[in-house]
C-alpha cells in the first residue's frame, strides 16, 4: 500500500469549490448499492409508483378527462399526464434519498462518521448521495419511458431526450433537498419536506394544463421548480420544442449547484466540527 | 368507576401530538385542501367539459368524499407502521406502558381508537373546506366523519397487528407502496370503480377503502342504498373484528414474552 496526498488534490473546478473534494465519490455510491443488494425488493418497488399512477390518473380518470390540446397537437389525456408523472417521479425519487434516507444515515446510522474513518471527505459524500440518486432515479425513468412508449405516449423522437431531462430535475431537486436536510434537526422537521413537495407537485400542470389556473396563480407557478421539470418532459415528449426550453433547463441546473454547494458546506461542518 | 385503561394510553397519544401538531396542521388541514382545489376544481373543469358529471354529480363533489376517506386511510396506515414499530423497538414506550397497570391489549385497542379520533378532528376539517368549496350538496354529508373514522380505524387495526410482530422497518415502505398507493389510486377515489376491467373491479370490493369512500359519498351527496351502505359499514366492521384477533395475540406475545 502507498500513502496518497489526498488533501492536496486540487478541484475539477473553481466554480463550485467543493470543500472536503477528494474525488473518491464512487466509493460512496458503491457503498449504497452493496447496502442495496439486501433491500432490492425496495429498490424493485419504485419501479411500481409512477406506473400505478398512469394506470388509475392516465386510464381511469383519462376516460372522464378526454383529450386536450399541447403546442397546437391533439393529445389523450394520458398521454398529456404521463410525461408529468415522468418528472413528478424524478423528484420524489430524487428527494426521497437525499432527505429522508440521507438523515437517517447521517444522525441514527452513524454511516458518515464511519465513512470519513476513511480516505473519503465530505464533499465524496455529498457528491457521492446525490450522483447515488441520480442513478436510482436514472432507471426508475428509462424503465417508466420505455411504459410510456408500450403505451402509445411517446408521441415525437425527441423523447429519449426526456431521459436526460429527468436527471437534470433530479439532479435540481437532490441539491437543494439534500442541502435543506443539513438543516433538520429531527425527523418532525421532515414536515416542512411534505409542506414543500406537496403543493408543488398538485400545483404544477401535472394534471391539468396551465389555463385551468386563475391568472394570478399562472404567474406563481410558472416560477416553481417542479413546472420547469413539467414543461422539459411535455415538451419533448409531445415534439414541441421551444428555445425557451433551455431556460427551464438552466434553472434545474443552477437550483442542483447551488444545492449541491451549501450541501458540501453544510456536511463538512456537520460531520466535521 | 375508574378510567379505563385504553384511555389512558388516548391520553399519551394526545399528549404526545399537542406537541407535534404543526406537521399534522399541514396534513389536516392544508393538504385536503390543496388536494380538493387542484383535483376537484382543475382537473374536474377538464372533466366537465368533457364528460359533464361522474355517476350524475359534479367531479369536484365526485372526488371530495373520496379524498377526505383516502386521506384518513393514508394517515393512519403510516401512523401504524413507524409508530407503533418505535413503540417496541426503537423507543420503547411499551415497555414503560405495561409496566403500569395497562396491559398489550390497552395499548393495541386505545391506539386504534386514538387513530380514529384523530381522523374524526381531520374529517371535520376537511369536510367544512369542501362544504365552503360547494362540494357537499346534502347535509347527510356529516355522516362522510363516521365513515372516515371507520376506515382509519380499520387499516390502523390491521396494520398495527401487523407491524407489532416485525423486527426492521423493511417491509413498511413495501407496504405503503405496494399496498396503500393502489387502494388509494383504484378504490373509486378519482374515477368509478365501474370503470376498472372486471378482474380489477371484483377485487376492489376486497378494498376497505373502497367501502369506506362508497359510505362517504352516499352522505356527502345525500344519495342512499340502505342495503348496500349497510354492507359497506358491516364489511368495515368486520375488518377491525378479524384483525383485533390478531392484533389482541400479537400484542400480548410481542409485549409479554
Not at chain 1, 178 to 201: G, Q
Not at chain 2, 67 to 80: G, I, N, R
Not at chain 2, 145 to 165: E, H, N, R, V
Request: glycine letters at 10%; charged letters at 10%; proline letters at 5%.
Amino acid at each position: 500500500m502507498t500513502t496518497t496526498t489526498r488533501p492536496t488534490a486540487l478541484p475539477p473546478t473553481r466554480l463550485v469549490p467543493f470543500v472536503g473534494w477528494r474525488r473518491r465519490p464512487w466509493r460512496l455510491v458503491e457503498r449504497n448499492a452493496l447496502a442495496y443488494r439486501r433491500m432490492w425488493y425496495i429498490f424493485l418497488s419504485g419501479f411500481a409508483e409512477p406506473l400505478l399512477f398512469l394506470l388509475s390518473i392516465g386510464i381511469g380518470v383519462g376516460k372522464l378527462v378526454g383529450d386536450l390540446q399541447v403546442g397546437g397537437q391533439t393529445v389523450s389525456y394520458q398521454q398529456f399526464v404521463a410525461p408529468g408523472l415522468l418528472a413528478v417521479a424524478a423528484m420524489n425519487g430524487s428527494l426521497l434519498d437525499t432527505t429522508f434516507n440521507f438523515f437517517a444515515k447521517m444522525k441514527y446510522a452513524h454511516t458518515y462518521d464511519a465513512v470519513l474513518a476513511t480516505p473519503l471527505g465530505t464533499g465524496d459524500v455529498a457528491i457521492g448521495e446525490i450522483t447515488w440518486a441520480l442513478l436510482r432515479g436514472f432507471m426508475y425513468s428509462t424503465v417508466f419511458l420505455i411504459t410510456m412508449w408500450l403505451f402509445g405516449d411517446l408521441l415525437s423522437w425527441w423523447s429519449i431526450l426526456a431521459l436526460p431531462a429527468a436527471l437534470l430535475i433530479g439532479f435540481g431537486f437532490a441539491g437543494v433537498g439534500l442541502a435543506a436536510t443539513t438543516y433538520m434537526r429531527s425527523f418532525i422537521d421532515f414536515d416542512y419536506v411534505n409542506m414543500a413537495i406537496i403543493p408543488l407537485f398538485l400545483f404544477s400542470a401535472t394534471f391539468f394544463p396551465l389555463s385551468q389556473y386563475p391568472a394570478g396563480l399562472q404567474a406563481i407557478i410558472r416560477l416553481t421548480p417542479l413546472y420547469q421539470g413539467v414543461v422539459l418532459t411535455r415538451s419533448l415528449v409531445v415534439g414541441d420544442l421551444h428555445w425557451t426550453l433551455l431556460v427551464n433547463a438552466v434553472y434545474l441546473a443552477a437550483m442542483g449547484l447551488i444545492g449541491l454547494r451549501v450541501a458540501s458546506r453544510r456536511i463538512g461542518r456537520l460531520l466535521q466540527p | 368507576m375508574a378510567t379505563p385503561q385504553l384511555l389512558r394510553v388516548v391520553e399519551r397519544e394526545a399528549r404526545v401530538w399537542s406537541r407535534m401538531w404543526r406537521g399534522f396542521g399541514f396534513t389536516t388541514f392544508v393538504q385536503p385542501a390543496l388536494y380538493l382545489a387542484a383535483m376537484g376544481l382543475g382537473l374536474g373543469g377538464l372533466v366537465n367539459a368533457h364528460t359533464g358529471s361522474v355517476g350524475g354529480v359534479d367531479y369536484l363533489d365526485f372526488v371530495a368524499p373520496g379524498l377526505l376517506v383516502a386521506s384518513a386511510m393514508q394517515v393512519a396506515a403510516a401512523e401504524s407502521l413507524w409508530p407503533v414499530l418505535g413503540g417496541v423497538k426503537w423507543m420503547r414506550y411499551y415497555f414503560g406502558i405495561i409496566a403500569t397497570p395497562i396491559g398489550p391489549v390497552e395499548i393495541y385497542a386505545g391506539y386504534v381508537l386514538w387513530i380514529a379520533l384523530r381522523s374524526i378532528l381531520a374529517s371535520v376539517a376537511f369536510l367544512l373546506v369542501a362544504a365552503l368549496l360547494g362540494a357537499v350538496p346534502s347535509a347527510w354529508g356529516v355522516l362522510a366523519i363516521p365513515a372516515a373514522a371507520l376506515t382509519a380505524a380499520a387499516f390502523c387495526a390491521i396494520l398495527a397487528a401487523f407491524s407489532i410482530t416485525q423486527d426492521t422497518d423493511l417491509s413498511f415502505p413495501m407496504i405503503m407502496r405496494l399496498g396503500v398507493l393502489p387502494l388509494f389510486l383504484f378504490s373509486g377515489t378519482f374515477f368509478p370503480v365501474s370503470q376498472l376491467p372486471a378482474g380489477l373491479r371484483h377485487l376492489a370490493v376486497l378494498s376497505p377503502l373502497y367501502h369506506g369512500v362508497e359510505l362517504a359519498r352516499a352522505a356527502t351527496t345525500g344519495s342512499f342504498d340502505v342495503v348496500a351502505d349497510i354492507g359497506h359499514v358491516a364489511f368495515l366492521v368486520g375488518c377491525i373484528v378479524v384483525a383485533s384477533v390478531f392484533g389482541v395475540r400479537n400484542f400480548t406475545r410481542r409485549l409479554h414474552a
